[in-house]
């Protein structure tokens, strides 16, 4: 958002707004008490906590207008991503593809 990565956290969907146009999706439009309405294609996403790289709150920082937006790179890393868990958790993938 404003060039700066922030964290959702406590997000709902709300089908009763929209369908939202393509062009319109990640437009904050709306604010009410303490939470945020963000456009989507099927509807609205309510975000309750929005945070910033820190961690901080920015709920009161948070503007009509304002747009979030994911790096198409950002995408890109996530399809590729490949999760690989052991006994011992999640670990690194391997840097070859099979």
Request: proline share 3%; aromatic share 6%; glycine share 8%.
């Amino acid at each position: 958002m404003n060039g700066s990565r922030v964290h959702l956290k406590n997000c709902d969907v709300d089908s009763k707004h929209g369908p939202f146009h393509l062009f319109k999706s990640g437009i904050i439009f709306r604010i009410m008490e303490n939470s945020i309405y963000v456009a989507a294609n099927e509807g609205a996403l309510i975000v309750n906590h929005i945070s910033d790289e820190h961690g901080d709150s920015i709920m009161s920082q948070v503007r009509t207008g304002d747009r979030l937006h994911t790096p198409r790179e950002t995408l890109d890393q996530a399809r590729e991503f490949k999760a690989l868990y052991t006994s011992e958790g999640l670990t690194a993938p391997s840097s070859g593809r099979q």
